[in-house]
């Protein structure tokens, strides 16, 4: 299994940036994708970006593309949110996600492993 911790969100203006992070621990030594998901009030958690085990491959929603970035730091075991040019439209909830594997995975429900989430307020 493993376990996530995200950090890193917060209050910011709209043009502002932030940066979250995931820590993963446990089973670690296995090939896992990771991911980022939010949920904003009254809507459904939707699919933000994903990396793959090696970093080598990212995918990204077109809402994002080209504002935020996705990495990860293997020998940490984690991986990073770089959200620029944010738009009050991004405010919601952001959770990290984890699954064993080498594929990028798109739907929530590919993934086994959840964070508990960190809030992001974009402010008009």
């Known amino acids: 299994q493993v376990q996530l911790v995200e950090s890193g969100g917060g209050l910011v203006q709209t043009g502002g940036s932030l940066r979250l992070s995931c820590a993963a621990s446990?089973?670690?030594?296995?090939?896992?994708?990771m991911g980022w998901f939010r949920q904003a009030p009254g809507k459904e958690r939707e699919f933000v970006t994903a990396i793959n085990w090696s970093g080598s491959r990212t995918y990204a929603a077109d809402s994002v593309k080209g504002r935020f970035t996705i990495s990860r730091d293997s020998a940490k075991n984690t991986e990073y949110l770089q959200m620029n040019s944010l738009k009050p439209e991004d405010t919601a909830v952001y959770y990290c996600?984890?699954?064993?594997?080498?594929?990028?995975?798109?739907?929530?429900?590919?993934?086994?492993?959840w964070g508990q989430g960190t809030q992001v307020t974009v402010s008009s």
């Open positions: 446990g089973r670690t030594n296995s090939a896992y994708t």
């Open positions: 996600a984890a699954t064993y594997g080498t594929a990028l995975y798109l739907r929530p429900n590919a993934y086994d492993y």
